[in-house]
Protein backbone atom coordinates (compact mmCIF):
# COMPACT_ATOMS: atom_id res chain seq x y z
CA UNK A 1 0.00 0.00 0.00
CA UNK A 2 1.40 3.52 -0.83
CA UNK A 3 2.12 6.20 1.69
CA UNK A 4 -0.47 7.93 -0.26
CA UNK A 5 -3.29 5.68 0.60
CA UNK A 6 -2.38 5.00 3.88
CA UNK A 7 -2.29 8.78 5.09
CA UNK A 8 -6.21 9.39 3.32
CA UNK A 9 -7.39 6.07 4.35
CA UNK A 10 -5.86 6.62 8.22
CA UNK A 11 -7.54 10.43 7.67
CA UNK A 12 -11.04 8.94 6.21
CA UNK A 13 -11.12 6.45 8.94
CA UNK A 14 -11.26 9.12 11.59
CA UNK A 15 -13.40 11.88 9.41
CA UNK A 16 -15.71 9.00 9.34
CA UNK A 17 -16.08 7.83 12.98
CA UNK A 18 -16.23 11.47 14.05
CA UNK A 19 -19.21 12.30 11.68
CA UNK A 20 -21.16 8.93 12.98
CA UNK A 21 -20.22 9.66 16.58
CA UNK A 22 -21.69 13.28 15.86
CA UNK A 23 -25.72 12.86 16.36
CA UNK A 24 -25.93 16.51 16.36
CA UNK A 25 -24.76 16.57 12.99
CA UNK A 26 -26.48 13.68 11.68
CA UNK A 27 -30.05 14.27 12.89
CA UNK A 28 -30.30 17.29 11.95
CA UNK A 29 -29.00 16.63 8.37
CA UNK A 30 -32.02 13.65 8.09
CA UNK A 31 -34.79 15.22 10.02
CA UNK A 32 -34.98 18.85 8.67
CA UNK A 33 -35.16 17.95 4.99
CA UNK A 34 -37.95 15.52 5.59
CA UNK A 35 -40.04 17.66 7.59
CA UNK A 36 -39.40 20.32 4.70
CA UNK A 37 -40.69 17.70 2.74
CA UNK A 38 -43.87 16.55 4.51
CA UNK A 39 -44.86 20.23 5.13
CA UNK A 40 -44.25 21.18 1.58
CA UNK A 41 -45.92 18.27 -0.03
CA UNK A 42 -48.84 18.46 2.03
CA UNK A 43 -49.15 22.56 1.21
CA UNK A 44 -48.60 23.24 -2.01
CA UNK A 45 -50.59 20.15 -3.24
CA UNK A 46 -52.67 22.14 -5.27
CA UNK A 47 -49.42 23.51 -7.93
CA UNK A 48 -49.94 20.07 -9.43
CA UNK A 49 -53.57 21.70 -10.70
CA UNK A 50 -51.55 24.42 -12.11
CA UNK A 51 -51.42 23.80 -16.16
CA UNK A 52 -48.03 22.75 -17.43
CA UNK A 53 -47.03 21.21 -13.39
CA UNK A 54 -45.22 18.03 -14.74
CA UNK A 55 -46.73 15.59 -12.68
CA UNK A 56 -49.95 14.65 -10.50
CA UNK A 57 -47.94 14.20 -7.19
CA UNK A 58 -46.29 17.09 -5.49
CA UNK A 59 -44.72 14.54 -3.38
CA UNK A 60 -42.89 12.95 -6.20
CA UNK A 61 -41.61 16.76 -7.37
CA UNK A 62 -40.58 17.53 -4.20
CA UNK A 63 -38.57 15.06 -3.23
CA UNK A 64 -35.80 15.83 -4.76
CA UNK A 65 -35.15 19.19 -2.57
CA UNK A 66 -34.12 16.83 0.49
CA UNK A 67 -30.75 16.14 -1.68
CA UNK A 68 -30.29 19.47 -2.05
CA UNK A 69 -30.48 20.38 1.27
CA UNK A 70 -28.66 17.48 2.90
CA UNK A 71 -25.98 18.18 0.52
CA UNK A 72 -25.77 21.83 1.94
CA UNK A 73 -25.50 20.19 5.40
CA UNK A 74 -22.16 18.64 4.13
CA UNK A 75 -21.00 22.11 3.48
CA UNK A 76 -21.60 22.75 7.22
CA UNK A 77 -20.03 19.38 8.58
CA UNK A 78 -17.06 18.79 6.34
CA UNK A 79 -16.20 22.53 7.25
CA UNK A 80 -16.87 22.46 11.01
CA UNK A 81 -15.21 19.38 11.74
CA UNK A 82 -12.15 20.78 9.65
CA UNK A 83 -12.50 24.24 11.09
CA UNK A 84 -12.44 22.49 14.47
CA UNK A 85 -9.27 20.77 13.66
CA UNK A 86 -7.81 24.35 12.50
CA UNK A 87 -8.88 25.99 16.28
CA UNK A 88 -7.69 23.38 18.30
CA UNK A 89 -4.14 22.71 16.43
CA UNK A 90 -4.64 19.64 14.90
CA UNK A 91 -4.05 21.39 11.37
CA UNK A 92 -0.42 22.29 12.75
CA UNK A 93 -0.03 19.18 14.36
CA UNK A 94 -0.68 17.13 10.89
CA UNK A 95 1.69 19.97 9.04
CA UNK A 96 4.36 18.56 11.03
CA UNK A 97 3.74 14.92 9.27
CA UNK A 98 4.88 13.78 5.54
CA UNK A 99 1.36 14.00 5.19
CA UNK A 100 -0.11 15.54 1.36
CA UNK A 101 -1.97 17.98 1.40
CA UNK A 102 -4.46 16.30 -1.64
CA UNK A 103 -4.47 13.50 1.69
CA UNK A 104 -5.81 15.53 4.01
CA UNK A 105 -8.90 17.32 1.74
CA UNK A 106 -9.29 13.28 0.60
CA UNK A 107 -9.57 11.80 3.65
CA UNK A 108 -11.58 14.65 5.19
CA UNK A 109 -14.40 14.13 2.72
CA UNK A 110 -14.95 10.55 3.70
CA UNK A 111 -17.34 11.85 6.33
CA UNK A 112 -19.40 13.58 4.06
CA UNK A 113 -19.76 10.71 1.56
CA UNK A 114 -20.76 8.85 4.72
CA UNK A 115 -23.07 10.89 5.21
CA UNK A 116 -23.86 11.52 1.66
CA UNK A 117 -24.64 8.21 0.99
CA UNK A 118 -27.11 7.69 4.67
CA UNK A 119 -29.37 11.05 3.62
CA UNK A 120 -29.37 9.89 0.37
CA UNK A 121 -31.16 6.09 1.31
CA UNK A 122 -32.78 7.89 3.75
CA UNK A 123 -34.49 10.16 2.06
CA UNK A 124 -35.31 7.54 -1.03
CA UNK A 125 -36.80 5.20 0.98
CA UNK A 126 -39.22 7.47 3.23
CA UNK A 127 -40.10 9.30 -0.07
CA UNK A 128 -41.26 5.98 -1.57
CA UNK A 129 -42.74 4.85 1.33
CA UNK A 130 -44.96 8.39 1.55
CA UNK A 131 -45.86 7.46 -1.85
CA UNK A 132 -43.75 8.93 -4.30
CA UNK A 133 -43.34 7.57 -7.47
CA UNK A 134 -39.55 7.10 -9.29
CA UNK A 135 -40.10 6.48 -13.03
CA UNK A 136 -36.70 5.74 -13.42
CA UNK A 137 -36.80 2.33 -11.64
CA UNK A 138 -34.34 0.73 -9.64
CA UNK A 139 -31.27 1.79 -11.86
CA UNK A 140 -33.27 5.30 -11.41
CA UNK A 141 -32.61 4.92 -7.24
CA UNK A 142 -29.11 4.08 -7.46
CA UNK A 143 -28.33 6.90 -10.00
CA UNK A 144 -30.27 9.13 -7.97
CA UNK A 145 -27.92 7.76 -4.89
CA UNK A 146 -24.83 8.66 -6.76
CA UNK A 147 -25.73 11.96 -7.97
CA UNK A 148 -26.69 12.97 -3.90
CA UNK A 149 -23.51 11.57 -3.35
CA UNK A 150 -21.22 13.40 -5.91
CA UNK A 151 -22.95 16.67 -4.70
CA UNK A 152 -22.50 16.63 -1.30
CA UNK A 153 -18.75 15.73 -1.74
CA UNK A 154 -19.20 18.72 -4.55
CA UNK A 155 -20.86 21.27 -1.57
CA UNK A 156 -18.43 19.51 1.16
CA UNK A 157 -14.99 21.24 -0.87
CA UNK A 158 -16.69 24.10 0.03
CA UNK A 159 -16.98 23.80 2.96
CA UNK A 160 -13.52 22.94 3.75
CA UNK A 161 -12.68 25.84 1.43
CA UNK A 162 -14.16 28.39 3.87
CA UNK A 163 -13.21 26.45 7.12
CA UNK A 164 -9.25 27.14 5.41
CA UNK A 165 -9.83 30.39 4.72
CA UNK A 166 -11.79 31.95 8.06
CA UNK A 167 -10.17 29.40 10.55
CA UNK A 168 -13.53 29.23 12.16
CA UNK A 169 -16.34 26.92 12.90
CA UNK A 170 -18.50 30.08 13.43
CA UNK A 171 -17.13 31.39 10.18
CA UNK A 172 -18.21 28.04 8.29
CA UNK A 173 -21.54 28.32 10.62
CA UNK A 174 -21.78 31.46 9.18
CA UNK A 175 -22.34 30.09 5.43
CA UNK A 176 -25.26 28.38 5.91
CA UNK A 177 -27.53 31.37 4.96
CA UNK A 178 -26.06 31.97 1.95
CA UNK A 179 -26.36 28.36 0.79
CA UNK A 180 -30.15 28.17 2.06
CA UNK A 181 -30.70 31.02 -0.54
CA UNK A 182 -29.30 29.33 -3.35
CA UNK A 183 -31.55 26.36 -3.03
CA UNK A 184 -34.61 29.14 -2.64
CA UNK A 185 -34.05 31.16 -4.96
CA UNK A 186 -34.25 28.37 -7.54
CA UNK A 187 -36.58 25.76 -9.03
CA UNK A 188 -37.37 23.97 -5.35
CA UNK A 189 -41.07 24.55 -5.45
CA UNK A 190 -41.79 25.38 -8.77
CA UNK A 191 -40.84 24.41 -12.14
CA UNK A 192 -38.85 27.26 -13.74
CA UNK A 193 -41.37 27.37 -16.63
CA UNK A 194 -44.13 27.63 -13.97
CA UNK A 195 -42.16 30.82 -12.08
CA UNK A 196 -44.09 33.91 -13.38
CA UNK A 197 -42.50 36.37 -11.67
CA UNK A 198 -39.90 38.00 -13.87
CA UNK A 199 -36.75 38.89 -11.88
CA UNK A 200 -37.28 35.07 -9.71
CA UNK A 201 -37.35 33.28 -13.05
CA UNK A 202 -33.89 34.84 -13.91
CA UNK A 203 -32.41 34.39 -10.64
CA UNK A 204 -33.61 30.64 -10.71
CA UNK A 205 -32.62 30.10 -14.68
CA UNK A 206 -28.83 31.11 -13.71
CA UNK A 207 -28.63 29.11 -10.40
CA UNK A 208 -27.31 25.62 -10.69
CA UNK A 209 -29.23 24.27 -8.32
CA UNK A 210 -32.53 24.54 -10.01
CA UNK A 211 -30.55 22.04 -12.72
CA UNK A 212 -29.13 20.03 -9.48
CA UNK A 213 -32.61 19.54 -8.93
CA UNK A 214 -33.75 18.85 -12.45
CA UNK A 215 -31.69 16.02 -12.59
CA UNK A 216 -33.47 14.26 -9.85
CA UNK A 217 -36.54 15.20 -11.27
CA UNK A 218 -35.84 13.72 -14.48
CA UNK A 219 -35.35 10.57 -12.86
CA UNK A 220 -37.95 10.49 -10.47
CA UNK A 221 -41.11 12.21 -12.90
CA UNK A 222 -39.61 11.10 -16.45
CA UNK A 223 -37.73 8.22 -16.55
CA UNK A 224 -33.97 8.34 -18.62
CA UNK A 225 -33.83 11.90 -19.18
CA UNK A 226 -29.83 11.84 -20.11
CA UNK A 227 -29.15 15.43 -21.07
CA UNK A 228 -30.58 16.52 -17.59
CA UNK A 229 -28.72 13.98 -15.53
CA UNK A 230 -25.33 14.60 -17.63
CA UNK A 231 -25.94 18.63 -17.06
CA UNK A 232 -26.64 17.57 -12.96
CA UNK A 233 -23.35 15.40 -12.56
CA UNK A 234 -21.47 17.99 -15.03
CA UNK A 235 -22.53 21.03 -12.62
CA UNK A 236 -21.57 18.90 -9.30
CA UNK A 237 -18.40 17.70 -10.94
CA UNK A 238 -18.19 21.67 -11.92
CA UNK A 239 -18.62 22.98 -8.03
CA UNK A 240 -16.31 19.97 -6.95
CA UNK A 241 -12.95 21.03 -9.14
CA UNK A 242 -13.68 24.38 -8.62
CA UNK A 243 -14.31 23.92 -4.61
CA UNK A 244 -11.05 21.67 -4.17
CA UNK A 245 -8.68 24.03 -5.96
CA UNK A 246 -9.74 26.88 -3.89
CA UNK A 247 -9.15 24.98 -0.60
CA UNK A 248 -5.75 23.23 -1.70
CA UNK A 249 -5.11 26.94 -2.65
CA UNK A 250 -6.13 27.74 0.64
CA UNK A 251 -4.39 25.32 2.41
CA UNK A 252 -1.41 26.05 0.93
CA UNK A 253 -1.80 29.35 2.47
CA UNK A 254 -2.70 27.99 5.74
CA UNK A 255 0.21 25.58 6.06
CA UNK A 256 2.78 28.76 5.01
CA UNK A 257 1.09 31.22 7.82
CA UNK A 258 1.63 28.53 10.51
CA UNK B 1 -38.69 49.79 40.30
CA UNK B 2 -39.52 47.24 37.67
CA UNK B 3 -39.90 49.86 35.03
CA UNK B 4 -36.26 51.26 35.81
CA UNK B 5 -35.21 47.02 35.56
CA UNK B 6 -36.77 46.76 32.48
CA UNK B 7 -36.15 49.68 30.98
CA UNK B 8 -31.79 49.54 31.64
CA UNK B 9 -31.70 45.77 30.47
CA UNK B 10 -33.98 47.18 27.78
CA UNK B 11 -31.64 49.57 26.98
CA UNK B 12 -28.37 47.48 26.65
CA UNK B 13 -30.38 44.35 24.69
CA UNK B 14 -30.89 47.51 21.90
CA UNK B 15 -27.27 49.00 22.45
CA UNK B 16 -26.15 45.24 21.64
CA UNK B 17 -27.94 44.24 18.46
CA UNK B 18 -28.29 47.70 16.68
CA UNK B 19 -24.28 48.54 17.41
CA UNK B 20 -23.25 44.45 15.89
CA UNK B 21 -24.36 43.78 12.59
CA UNK B 22 -23.97 40.09 13.64
CA UNK B 23 -27.17 40.20 15.97
CA UNK B 24 -28.94 42.94 13.51
CA UNK B 25 -28.40 41.48 9.97
CA UNK B 26 -30.04 37.93 10.35
CA UNK B 27 -33.15 39.31 11.93
CA UNK B 28 -33.72 41.77 9.27
CA UNK B 29 -32.28 39.63 6.31
CA UNK B 30 -33.76 35.88 7.08
CA UNK B 31 -37.52 38.07 6.69
CA UNK B 32 -36.49 39.55 3.83
CA UNK B 33 -34.99 36.40 1.96
CA UNK B 34 -38.30 33.99 2.84
CA UNK B 35 -40.87 36.86 1.47
CA UNK B 36 -38.56 37.17 -1.30
CA UNK B 37 -38.44 33.47 -2.06
CA UNK B 38 -42.07 32.60 -1.21
CA UNK B 39 -43.80 35.96 -2.34
CA UNK B 40 -41.57 35.53 -5.81
CA UNK B 41 -40.92 31.84 -6.38
CA UNK B 42 -44.76 30.80 -5.79
CA UNK B 43 -46.88 33.37 -6.91
CA UNK B 44 -48.12 30.97 -9.47
CA UNK B 45 -49.76 29.05 -6.82
CA UNK B 46 -52.66 31.94 -6.97
CA UNK B 47 -53.38 30.90 -9.67
CA UNK B 48 -54.55 27.08 -8.29
CA UNK B 49 -57.98 26.51 -8.72
CA UNK B 50 -60.31 27.72 -5.46
CA UNK B 51 -56.95 30.28 -4.53
CA UNK B 52 -58.84 33.81 -4.10
CA UNK B 53 -57.51 36.01 -1.92
CA UNK B 54 -58.27 39.58 -3.46
CA UNK B 55 -55.12 41.34 -2.20
CA UNK B 56 -52.76 38.91 -3.95
CA UNK B 57 -49.84 36.50 -3.13
CA UNK B 58 -47.31 39.06 -2.27
CA UNK B 59 -49.96 40.32 0.37
CA UNK B 60 -51.00 36.95 1.45
CA UNK B 61 -47.31 36.07 2.20
CA UNK B 62 -46.39 38.93 3.53
CA UNK B 63 -48.70 38.28 6.49
CA UNK B 64 -46.76 34.98 7.48
CA UNK B 65 -43.34 36.45 7.10
CA UNK B 66 -44.29 39.20 9.36
CA UNK B 67 -46.00 36.67 12.22
CA UNK B 68 -42.73 34.94 11.27
CA UNK B 69 -40.19 37.58 12.01
CA UNK B 70 -42.40 38.79 15.06
CA UNK B 71 -41.89 35.10 16.45
CA UNK B 72 -38.33 35.15 15.26
CA UNK B 73 -37.40 38.54 16.92
CA UNK B 74 -38.34 36.73 20.19
CA UNK B 75 -36.61 33.33 19.75
CA UNK B 76 -33.30 35.58 18.64
CA UNK B 77 -33.85 38.01 22.10
CA UNK B 78 -33.90 34.33 23.80
CA UNK B 79 -30.25 33.49 21.98
CA UNK B 80 -29.34 36.76 23.74
CA UNK B 81 -30.65 35.76 26.85
CA UNK B 82 -28.51 32.71 26.96
CA UNK B 83 -25.52 34.50 25.62
CA UNK B 84 -25.88 36.69 28.87
CA UNK B 85 -26.07 33.40 31.13
CA UNK B 86 -22.67 32.00 29.54
CA UNK B 87 -20.95 35.37 29.88
CA UNK B 88 -22.30 35.74 33.63
CA UNK B 89 -23.63 38.98 32.46
CA UNK B 90 -27.28 37.85 33.70
CA UNK B 91 -25.96 36.72 37.21
CA UNK B 92 -24.97 40.21 37.39
CA UNK B 93 -29.10 41.27 36.74
CA UNK B 94 -30.02 38.79 38.94
CA UNK B 95 -27.52 40.44 41.72
CA UNK B 96 -28.78 43.97 41.21
CA UNK B 97 -32.21 43.48 40.11
CA UNK B 98 -34.67 44.05 42.90
CA UNK B 99 -37.72 43.09 41.18
CA UNK B 100 -36.58 40.25 38.75
CA UNK B 101 -39.60 40.55 36.43
CA UNK B 102 -38.30 43.53 35.31
CA UNK B 103 -35.51 41.82 33.60
CA UNK B 104 -37.42 39.47 31.37
CA UNK B 105 -39.88 42.56 30.73
CA UNK B 106 -36.52 44.08 29.48
CA UNK B 107 -35.49 41.58 27.01
CA UNK B 108 -39.52 41.56 26.10
CA UNK B 109 -39.23 45.11 25.32
CA UNK B 110 -35.75 44.78 23.44
CA UNK B 111 -37.53 41.91 21.28
CA UNK B 112 -40.37 44.32 20.29
CA UNK B 113 -37.81 47.27 19.61
CA UNK B 114 -35.48 44.31 16.96
CA UNK B 115 -39.49 43.49 15.78
CA UNK B 116 -40.43 46.93 15.29
CA UNK B 117 -36.98 47.53 13.19
CA UNK B 118 -37.69 44.31 11.04
CA UNK B 119 -41.31 44.97 10.60
CA UNK B 120 -40.22 49.05 9.08
CA UNK B 121 -38.16 47.19 6.17
CA UNK B 122 -40.06 44.35 5.49
CA UNK B 123 -43.49 46.46 4.77
CA UNK B 124 -41.54 49.31 2.92
CA UNK B 125 -39.49 46.11 0.70
CA UNK B 126 -43.66 44.66 0.18
CA UNK B 127 -45.02 47.70 -0.78
CA UNK B 128 -41.85 48.39 -3.45
CA UNK B 129 -42.52 44.84 -4.50
CA UNK B 130 -46.02 46.07 -5.28
CA UNK B 131 -47.75 44.36 -2.68
CA UNK B 132 -51.69 45.54 -2.91
CA UNK B 133 -52.88 46.46 0.90
CA UNK B 134 -56.56 46.69 1.14
CA UNK B 135 -57.23 47.25 4.71
CA UNK B 136 -57.65 50.54 6.51
CA UNK B 137 -56.22 52.22 8.84
CA UNK B 138 -57.85 50.36 12.17
CA UNK B 139 -57.09 46.71 10.23
CA UNK B 140 -54.09 47.26 9.56
CA UNK B 141 -52.89 48.37 13.30
CA UNK B 142 -55.34 44.68 14.01
CA UNK B 143 -52.57 43.45 11.92
CA UNK B 144 -49.61 44.92 13.80
CA UNK B 145 -51.09 44.10 17.02
CA UNK B 146 -51.17 40.33 16.05
CA UNK B 147 -47.41 40.64 15.67
CA UNK B 148 -46.77 42.18 18.81
CA UNK B 149 -48.14 39.56 20.44
CA UNK B 150 -46.52 36.65 18.70
CA UNK B 151 -43.39 38.43 19.29
CA UNK B 152 -44.52 38.88 23.04
CA UNK B 153 -45.21 35.06 23.11
CA UNK B 154 -42.00 33.95 21.32
CA UNK B 155 -40.22 36.13 23.79
CA UNK B 156 -41.50 34.10 26.60
CA UNK B 157 -41.18 31.04 25.37
CA UNK B 158 -37.42 31.70 24.81
CA UNK B 159 -36.92 33.46 27.85
CA UNK B 160 -38.01 30.35 29.63
CA UNK B 161 -36.05 28.32 27.36
CA UNK B 162 -32.75 30.09 27.47
CA UNK B 163 -32.90 30.77 31.48
CA UNK B 164 -33.83 27.03 32.10
CA UNK B 165 -30.94 25.86 30.10
CA UNK B 166 -28.83 28.66 30.68
CA UNK B 167 -26.30 28.36 27.31
CA UNK B 168 -26.55 28.88 23.66
CA UNK B 169 -26.50 25.14 22.77
CA UNK B 170 -30.36 25.70 24.14
CA UNK B 171 -30.46 27.41 20.62
CA UNK B 172 -32.46 25.05 18.55
CA UNK B 173 -34.91 23.76 21.14
CA UNK B 174 -35.63 27.99 21.79
CA UNK B 175 -35.94 28.01 17.78
CA UNK B 176 -37.50 24.83 16.30
CA UNK B 177 -40.80 24.16 18.08
CA UNK B 178 -41.38 27.74 16.56
CA UNK B 179 -40.37 26.81 13.15
CA UNK B 180 -42.62 23.32 13.68
CA UNK B 181 -45.71 25.52 14.69
CA UNK B 182 -45.40 28.39 12.12
CA UNK B 183 -44.96 25.78 9.24
CA UNK B 184 -47.90 23.55 10.50
CA UNK B 185 -50.29 26.24 9.29
CA UNK B 186 -51.57 27.11 6.14
CA UNK B 187 -48.19 29.00 4.47
CA UNK B 188 -48.59 28.47 1.07
CA UNK B 189 -52.55 28.23 0.14
CA UNK B 190 -55.87 29.40 2.58
CA UNK B 191 -56.88 26.52 4.77
CA UNK B 192 -59.55 25.28 2.42
CA UNK B 193 -57.04 24.25 -0.03
CA UNK B 194 -54.75 22.30 2.32
CA UNK B 195 -55.72 18.33 2.30
CA UNK B 196 -55.07 15.41 4.21
CA UNK B 197 -52.49 15.03 7.71
CA UNK B 198 -51.56 18.64 6.24
CA UNK B 199 -55.15 20.32 7.08
CA UNK B 200 -56.07 17.93 9.92
CA UNK B 201 -52.63 20.06 11.64
CA UNK B 202 -53.55 23.12 10.46
CA UNK B 203 -57.06 23.01 11.63
CA UNK B 204 -56.04 22.95 15.34
CA UNK B 205 -53.09 25.08 15.02
CA UNK B 206 -53.80 28.14 16.68
CA UNK B 207 -51.05 30.08 14.10
CA UNK B 208 -53.83 29.49 11.84
CA UNK B 209 -56.15 31.74 13.13
CA UNK B 210 -53.75 34.49 13.38
CA UNK B 211 -52.58 33.85 10.13
CA UNK B 212 -56.33 34.23 9.04
CA UNK B 213 -57.19 37.25 10.53
CA UNK B 214 -54.39 38.64 9.41
CA UNK B 215 -54.96 37.93 6.03
CA UNK B 216 -58.33 39.61 6.44
CA UNK B 217 -57.02 42.43 7.87
CA UNK B 218 -54.71 43.42 5.15
CA UNK B 219 -57.01 42.83 2.58
CA UNK B 220 -59.86 44.66 4.36
CA UNK B 221 -61.94 41.36 4.79
CA UNK B 222 -61.85 40.52 8.49
CA UNK B 223 -62.19 37.41 9.80
CA UNK B 224 -62.07 35.02 12.86
CA UNK B 225 -61.02 38.62 14.38
CA UNK B 226 -62.32 37.76 18.20
CA UNK B 227 -60.69 34.03 17.89
CA UNK B 228 -57.54 35.42 16.56
CA UNK B 229 -57.30 37.63 19.41
CA UNK B 230 -58.42 35.37 21.47
CA UNK B 231 -55.41 33.32 21.13
CA UNK B 232 -53.11 36.24 20.64
CA UNK B 233 -53.34 37.18 24.11
CA UNK B 234 -53.80 34.13 26.01
CA UNK B 235 -50.59 32.53 24.90
CA UNK B 236 -48.17 35.45 26.05
CA UNK B 237 -50.53 34.66 29.59
CA UNK B 238 -49.87 31.11 29.32
CA UNK B 239 -46.16 31.72 28.44
CA UNK B 240 -45.75 34.41 31.62
CA UNK B 241 -45.77 31.18 33.76
CA UNK B 242 -43.22 29.32 31.47
CA UNK B 243 -40.43 32.23 31.94
CA UNK B 244 -41.80 33.10 35.05
CA UNK B 245 -40.33 29.39 35.91
CA UNK B 246 -37.50 29.80 33.95
CA UNK B 247 -36.52 32.61 36.02
CA UNK B 248 -37.15 30.87 39.37
CA UNK B 249 -34.43 28.08 37.99
CA UNK B 250 -32.49 30.62 37.05
CA UNK B 251 -32.77 32.16 40.74
CA UNK B 252 -31.90 29.01 42.30
CA UNK B 253 -28.96 28.39 40.44
CA UNK B 254 -27.46 31.02 41.41
Known amino acids: MSAHTTQVGQLARRSVLRTLRQPGQIVPALIFPLFLLAVNSGGLKDATNLPGFPTSSYLTFALAVPFMQGALFSVMNAGTDLARDIETGFLNRLALTPLRGAALLGGLLAGAIVLGLVQAATYLLVGLLAGAELAAGVGGALVIVVLSVSITVAFGTLGLFVALRSGTAEAVQGMFPLFFVLLFLSSMALPLELLQTDWFHTVASINPVSYLLQAFRSLLIEGWNLGELALGFAIAAAIGAIGMTAATAALKTRLVRT | MSRKVALAVAWRSIHIFLTNPAFLAPGILFPLFFFTAFAGGLSAISSAPGFDFPSGYTAFQFVFVLLQSAAFGGVFTGFGIARDFETGFAQRYLLAARDRRGIVAGYALAALARALITWTVLTAVALVAGMQVGGDGVELLGLYGL ?31 VFLILFLAPVYVPLDLLS ?38 ALPLLFSLWARGGLRRAEAAG
Open chain 2, 196 to 233: GWIHAVASVNPVTALLEAGRGFISGDPTVVALAFAIAV
Open chain 2, 147 to 177: AVLVNLTATLWAAGVAMRVRSIQGGPLMQFP
